[in-house]
């Protein structure tokens, strides 16, 4: 699950702010770095633009002083059939042939992953512009 912490302390409305700060793995910081996370609440507590902090483990010990400062959103990694209903009009739209279960199959293969998603599908359209069911099937899960 990402939670994203976004800045509450800040003067004015987002509308007039054309610059945000974007920290991400902020859960990672303190890993090989003593007072990461303090210059960090330093930075929040002075900022004058909005600061977006996107962690991976909202649950680590490393940010609850941090979560003090932050406005907690927390997301949900989209479906399979979420994702492959968004990709499927623009892989039309580039004239590359996959019915949608192929799609599923291949989103699913990624554990959902959009960015890997569309690496493996633009790897594959370099060769071929059709990507079959048994083919992901054959490809991906041998």
């Known amino acids: 699950m990402i939670s994203l912490c976004f800045l509450l302390t800040l003067q004015g409305s987002l509308q007039d702010h054309k ?4 920290m991400d793995e902020v859960d990672g910081m303190s890993s090989g770095d003593r007072g990461g996370i303090k210059a960090l609440i330093d930075l929040l507590k002075t900022s004058h633009i909005p600061v977006i902090c996107i962690c991976n483990d909202r649950s680590s010990p490393k940010l609850r002083s941090l979560a003090n400062y932050c406005l907690d959103l927390r997301f949900r990694r989209p479906t399979a059939a979420q994702i492959a209903n968004k990709l499927m009009p623009i892989l039309k739209q580039e004239g590359f042939d996959i019915s949608m279960p192929s799609l599923e199959k291949l989103v699913t293969s990624t554990r959902n992953d959009i960015r890997q998603t569309l690496n493996m599908l633009q ?6 512009s059709k990507l079959s069911f048994e083919e992901v099937a054959k490809r991906y899960f041998g």
């Open 19 to 22: 610059t945000a700060l974007i």
């Open 123 to 128: 790897f594959w359209n370099v060769e071929h």
